[in-house]
């Protein structure tokens, strides 16, 4: 599948889930995402691999697959992509393993790192956090709207957003530019995971058709 960064960017948090990680991958093919990673910190890699092994398969020609982090995960369960953090490892080792055919994705805090890593031919950029996050510890300070608004102007590569986004928030971040967003808690942490995103993908839409008339 080609990658297409638009509507909610599905992200796993086995902390978070009412269900499994499973069960919530379900519901977010059920509720058309076109795109899944897979974030795990905690399971060995064998359990890892076997649980990637099934979000794989329940993706598979539905949408694209991403481990964070893991490669050997990754390449044990085939997946359609890997995504780094600026600092997690290095892009163009990653890149030596991966080749050119797999997605490689990178999260950064700063429109000078965006654009770093886009040169060195990252297929997608990871804003974050774009507000405070309880999500991840380690996320750092928010970047704001400003630096979403300058990414949707200068950025060729597409980008997705993540930090502290919220039912409260969305329609703002989408009208500021973002045309993908990753929402962790304010979905996982619902009863209805598919309704959730079903409701997400509306807010999206129809802000997105609003920042298209302004």
């Known amino acids: 599948m080609k990658l297409e960064l638009k509507g909610l960017y599905f992200i796993t948090d086995r902390s978070l889930s009412k269900k499994s990680v499973i069960e919530d991958v379900k ?111 380690d996320a750092g300070e928010p970047i704001g709207l400003e630096v979403i608004r300058q990414a949707s102007k200068t950025l060729r590569v597409p980008f997705t957003v993540i930090g502290g986004i919220n039912f409260g928030n969305l329609g703002e971040v989408v009208e500021a530019g973002a045309e993908s967003v990753c929402m962790i808690s304010a979905i996982l942490k619902a009863e209805d995971v598919e309704e959730e995103i079903r409701k997400a993908e509306r807010i999206i839409h129809e802000h997105a058709a609003r920042k298209g008339k302004k």
């Not at 092994?53 to 949408?63: E, V």
């Open 27 to 137: 519901a977010a093919i059920d509720a058309g995402v076109r795109i899944v990673q897979y974030r795990e910190k905690k399971l060995p890699d064998d359990a890892m691999i076997a649980e990637a092994k099934q979000i794989a398969t329940i993706c598979k020609g539905k949408a694209l697959f991403i481990v964070n982090d893991r490669i050997k995960v990754a390449l044990a369960s085939k997946a359609d992509g890997i995504h780094i953090g600026p600092y997690d490892t290095d892009y163009i080792d990653v890149r030596k393993i991966f080749g050119s055919s797999k997605i490689i994705g990178v999260t950064v805090s700063s429109l000078e790192d965006a654009k770093r890593f886009e040169d060195f031919g990252a297929d997608y950029i990871s804003l974050s956090p774009v507000f405070s996050t309880s999500t991840k510890k």
